[in-house]
């Protein structure tokens, strides 16, 4: 199937409900002709999926999320725009069998805290030590790679910290130069 091209997808938008038929379509013209239709602002696409299945007809994010589970990217739905679409969809690369993923191009960074919409861009920094071990008797693990909500939301302050610093640091320093 990967050999063949990629066939459309049948995307309708409408009466804040999206639907996708897919039958080997590409996952980023879907995200691209979803965003198109709606507003939505896409970040961190990178390589391209085939995609297969009916998602929806249904609440935009929820068939989003329906649709990107299984491929190789975390999402992160910020915002909703009138028409129900998210206003955000921001992409990053999963990580598989404790593998460290690909680093996303400087351009395509920027994460945001969902739960209060406070928006944080992000630079290229290592991610955060792994958890502290669960105290002894203590039978509740966590899969590898796996963070807590509070894992990721201290990430995105250290990650916004970081940026601010280095745009302070890169701000050329005006000289007033004499009109001639």
Same mark, same amino acid.
């Given at each position: 199937?990967?050999?063949q091209?990629?066939k459309?997808?049948?995307?309708v938008?409408a009466?804040?409900?999206? /639907?996708?038929?897919?039958?080997?379509? /590409? &996952?980023?013209?879907?995200?691209?002709?979803?965003?198109?239709?709606?507003?939505?602002?896409?970040?961190? &696409?990178?390589g391209?999926?085939?995609?297969?299945?009916?998602?929806g007809p =249904?609440?935009?994010?929820?068939?989003l999320?329906?649709l990107?589970v =299984?491929?190789?990217?975390?999402?992160? &739905?910020l915002?909703?725009l009138s028409n129900g679409?998210p206003?955000?969809?921001?992409?990053s690369?999963?990580?598989r069998?404790?593998a460290?993923?690909?680093?996303?191009?400087?351009?395509?960074?920027a994460?945001v805290?969902?739960?209060?919409?406070?928006e944080?861009?992000?630079?290229?920094?290592?991610p955060?030590?792994?958890?502290?071990?669960?105290?002894?008797?203590?039978?509740?693990?966590?899969p590898?790679g796996?963070r807590?909500?509070?894992?990721?939301?201290e990430? &995105?302050?250290?990650?916004r910290a970081?940026?601010?610093?280095?745009?302070?640091?890169?701000?050329?320093?005006?000289?007033d /130069?004499?009109?001639?």
């Open positions: 199937m990967l050999q091209p990629a459309d997808a049948q995307i938008f009466d804040g409900n999206l /639907s996708i038929h897919a039958d080997n379509s /590409s &996952l980023a013209a879907i995200l691209h002709q979803v965003a198109s239709n709606s507003g939505m602002k896409i970040e961190g &696409l990178g391209d999926e085939r995609v297969f299945g009916n998602f =249904g609440v935009p994010r929820d068939v999320a329906d990107l =299984g491929t190789a990217y975390n999402q992160v &739905l915002g909703d679409a206003r955000e969809l921001i992409l690369p999963t990580t069998g404790g460290p993923a690909p680093a996303p191009s400087p351009a395509t960074q994460n805290n969902a739960d209060d919409g406070n944080a861009e992000a630079v290229d920094t290592p955060p030590p792994p958890p502290p071990e669960a105290p002894a008797g203590s039978n509740q693990q966590q590898a796996v807590t909500p509070q894992q990721l939301f990430q &995105l302050q250290q990650m970081a940026q601010q610093r280095g745009q302070q640091q890169q701000q050329p320093v005006q000289q /130069s004499p009109m001639q």
